[in-house]
């Protein structure tokens, strides 16, 4: 590990010379917390996002995860979803499941996506009734603190411009405190229709991951980690604020390359 440090409120940082170690340390922290939760609790509770995340996650796949990771209690969901049939290219189910979920033993009930049928709307309120369900079976821990559902993990990647999940700078669903998922129809990155946790929920995780790589999104992380003071608005990376659980994060050397003090730790 290139550097591995705790930067105040902002979480673990945790910063790889190479992809390929990111990766290993990646799959190493989520074999770890599945088998914590699974000793604990008797299940784990995990929500994905799309984007590069899950070709990091590709170790799990393998040796000696793929043996080792009691895959059997596991259950699934996504933080955010592109509101797209299941077949489609643009579908995170479709890409964790080509890339990820179809090569380990996961029990098919256990997958919780977005029905595909439903209008983005209609698939926010779907999706945040089957989570209700989950939480009152106990599938998913309840938060004391909000009410709201606990994840055992949630993994988050992060765009250039500071987004997380469907969570878009600027955007009024920052501001959402009443719902669990909620939608949006103007995704600046497409495609435009989307259902996303929000802020409480992902704040009310056991453990929340940023897994980010590259120099297009250093700046995005210098912003949303570093102490830059009242004068920037803030970031969606920068409001995730785990209220109890433990937030990490997981870059590469590029996608450090701005944060202070950087340069003198090379
Ligand atoms: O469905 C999505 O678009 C995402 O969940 C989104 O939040 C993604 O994680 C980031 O845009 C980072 O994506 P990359 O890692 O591919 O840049």
Redesign the pocket.
């Known amino acids: 590990m290139a550097l591995s440090g705790a930067h105040k409120d902002r979480g673990e940082l945790r910063i790889q010379e190479s992809l390929d170690e990111l990766c290993t340390d990646l799959a190493d922290y989520i074999a770890e917390l599945s088998e914590v939760s699974v000793k604990e609790r008797g299940v784990f509770a995990i929500a ?6 899950i070709g ?1 996650m590709g170790k799990l796949c393998e040796a000696p995860y793929d043996k080792t990771v009691d895959w059997a209690k596991w259950y699934i969901f ?5 509101v797209v049939a299941k077949n489609h290219v ?1 579908s ?1 189910y479709k ?1 964790a499941k080509d890339g990820l979920l179809s090569k380990v033993p996961i029990v098919p009930s256990h997958l919780h996506s977005i029905n595909d049928s439903l209008s983005a709307e209609e698939a926010a309120n779907d999706y945040e009734f089957v989570i209700r369900q989950l939480v009152r079976t106990r599938v998913i821990s309840v938060s004391d603190i909000s009410d709201c559902p606990k994840f055992d993990l949630i993994l ?5 411009d500071g ?5 878009f700078p600027n955007h009024s669903v920052l501001n959402e405190e009443d719902e669990w998922v909620t939608f949006i129809t103007d ?1 600046p ?1 497409p495609p435009p229709e ?1 259902i ?1 946790f929000t802020l409480p929920v992902i704040n009310s995780a056991s453990n929340v991951a940023v ?4 120099s ?2 250093a700046e995005a992380v210098h912003l949303a980690i570093d102490d830059v003071g009242p004068d920037f608005p803030s970031l969606p990376a920068r409001l995730v604020q785990p209220t109890q659980g433990k937030l990490v994060w997981f870059l590469d050397k590029p996608a450090a390359s701005k944060l202070d003090g950087s340069q003198s730790s090379e």
């Open positions: 994905l996002s799309g984007g590069s995340l990091l996504w933080a955010d979803e592109r643009d995170n890409l988050l990647g992060m765009g250039p987004h997380v999940a469907s969570l995704s990155k989307r996303t897994v980010v790589t590259g297009s999104k």
